[in-house]
């Protein structure tokens, strides 16, 4: 073989292995935090921080707290946070702060991959139904439930 087909395998070889570094990256980057998207959808983020009960979801485990369980508390986390229990998603707020709230990504899912594509709209959920909704916001997680989901006003 000669120097030349080398140089082009070996540099074939290179690329290969930063495209798939790149996807893996992507892939293992889940969730980002509600903050990671304000610089490309400002509107909507400054409209979700405002508006949204969502955006402040953290403070109501902090009042609830004291008068549960950690158990119960812990299944206040899949509501009121971002990811928690799936891989990348909260932890717990001294370890996954920016995942604190229920933020954009409990929506339209984890946002790393939409992020190291450069915004591929395919790599995130964009079209939402009320039936998404009712993971959350159902009659059997609070008795006198009647609630305005942001899928038809408020951030979008």
């Not at 074939?12 to 903050?35: E, H, K, N």
């Not at 206040?76 to 001294?94: L, M």
């Not at 964009?126 to 997680?141: A, L, Q, Y």
Request: glycine content about 10%; proline content about 4%.
């Amino acid at each position: 073989m000669s120097f030349r087909y080398l140089s082009l395998a070996f540099g074939l070889a290179i690329l290969a292995g930063l495209f798939s570094s790149v996807s893996l990256r992507a892939a293992d980057a889940g969730y980002v935090g509600t903050d990671a998207c304000k610089d490309c959808h400002a509107e909507q983020y400054g409209n979700f921080k405002k508006f949204a009960k969502k955006a402040k979801s953290w403070k109501s485990i902090e009042i609830m707290a004291s008068d549960l369980t950690p158990e119960e508390v812990r299944e206040c986390y899949a509501c009121h946070t971002t990811g928690y229990g799936r891989p990348g998603g909260f932890v717990s707020i001294e370890k996954t702060p920016h995942l604190s709230d229920a933020g954009c990504e409990v929506c339209h899912g984890p946002g790393g991959e939409h992020i190291a594509s450069g915004g591929d709209p395919s790599s995130i959920r964009k079209k939402m139904s009320m039936k998404d909704c009712e993971t959350c916001h159902n009659s059997e997680r609070v008795a006198a439930f009647n609630f305005k989901p942001l899928l038809y006003g408020g951030a979008h």
